[in-house]
């Protein structure tokens, strides 16, 4: 059983930057990262693999969110800039159980964190 826990959320204003982190309590595989709105399902954000830092992101935050890891730290990172008022959520971290791609499916991850909250005020 892995143990993901996220920190780094908070409140900034609309245009801000911040940087969300995941530390897993052991070895991960493909990991992700996704958001929660009121009111909303909880919609895919990012995707990095394992080995090859290959990524996926959400039309909704390509050219603004990075997602990046250290794997000699379990460790995985959201840079996000450009926040917008939509991007407020509660942003989950979740990790894949076994080898493979990166997945934009919230089904295929077998871990999650209990989230952080991110506001952006307009």
């Known amino acids: 059983q892995v143990q993901l826990a996220e920190s780094g959320g908070g409140l900034v204003q609309a245009g801000g930057s911040l940087r969300l982190s995941c530390a897993a309590s052991?070895?991960?595989?493909?990991m992700g990262w996704f958001r929660q709105a009121p009111e909303k399902e909880r919609d895919f954000v990012a995707t990095i693999s394992w080995i090859g830092g290959n990524t996926i992101y959400a039309d909704s935050v390509k050219g603004r969110f990075t997602i990046s890891r250290d794997n000699g730290k379990n460790t995985v990172y959201l840079q996000m800039d450009s926040l917008k008022s939509e991007d407020t959520a509660i942003y989950y971290c979740?990790?894949?159980?076994?080898?493979?791609?990166?997945?934009?499916?919230?089904?295929?991850?077998?871990?999650w964190g209990q989230g952080t909250q991110v506001s952006v005020s307009s």
């Open positions: 979740a990790a894949v159980a076994h080898w493979g791609p990166p997945s934009t499916v919230g089904a295929d991850y077998a871990y």
């Open positions: 052991g070895r991960t595989f493909t």
